[in-house]
């Protein structure tokens, strides 16, 4: 996906099977020497359900192959 794609309350499914899910809490930015963009997010499934992390949006959106409406399966 696109980094501008990406967005606050937003629930992603990973590439390929799209079998993990996240949900998007906050976008932020790190610094402002490096512009670079964090992504908090929640595993919403899995074996981390629940488990909050952060990454850089760049990688996020790599990460991500949609946007997905969940439902607990």
């Known amino acids: 996906m696109k980094q501008r794609d990406i ?3 937003g629930t992603y499914r ?3 099977k799209g079998k993990t ?3 998007v809490l906050d976008i932020w930015l790190a ?3 490096d512009n670079l963009e964090i992504v908090t ?3 919403i499934d899995g074996q ?3 488990t909050v992390e952060d990454a850089p949006l760049a ?3 790599r990460w991500a192959g949609a946007e997905t409406e969940w439902e607990k399966p």
């Open 14 to 16: 990973n590439r390929g």
């Open 59 to 61: 990688s996020f959106a």
């Open 7 to 9: 967005r606050v309350g």
């Open 21 to 23: 899910h996240r949900k």
């Open 48 to 50: 981390y359900k629940g």
């Open 41 to 43: 997010f929640e595993r």
């Open 31 to 33: 610094g402002l020497r």
